[in-house]
């Protein structure tokens, strides 16, 4: 039973996880600027735990922390370059196209997702850091 449940709630958190980054990715491309306001990056999220340690009982660290590693791996699933599903999309774009896609291709692919990646998690790290001092 207890696997049952172990798999529905890891369903039910991969679905409100992808929904949430599709919110975000929407919020974006609409200008919206507080698409940003409820993302929390490094410095964010160990405010967060440690609020989480010393006001909450340990079972919700327990929860909170299997809940970031839920995260990480949506996150590192999606077609996202330089993220592992992005490798999945490309190993199955070469396959479907039956030739190989360039190596200067392939890194600028991936150098261009990485210097993106970069610049949200400066982003959202500036962000972090305003919400402490405001």
Not at 18 to 47: C, T
Not at 79 to 84: Q, S
Request: proline residues 4%.
């Amino acid at each position: 039973e207890s696997m049952v449940i172990g798999l529905e709630r890891t369903v039910q958190t991969s679905t409100l996880i992808l929904r949430a980054v599709g919110n975000i990715v929407v919020g974006i491309l609409s200008g919206s600027g507080e698409a940003l306001d409820d993302v929390a990056g490094p410095v964010g999220m160990v405010g967060f735990i440690g609020d989480v340690r010393t006001l909450a009982p340990p079972i919700i660290l327990v929860w909170i922390v299997g809940l970031i590693s839920a995260n990480l791996a949506v996150l590192n699933a999606l077609p996202i370059p330089p993220l592992d599903g992005s490798r999945a999309v490309m190993a199955v774009v070469q396959r479907v196209s039956g030739d190989r896609i360039s190596a200067s291709t392939e890194r600028l692919v991936y150098f261009t997702g990485w210097v993106a990646l970069m610049v949200f998690i400066v982003i959202v790290t500036l962000g972090d850091i305003q919400r402490i001092f405001a």
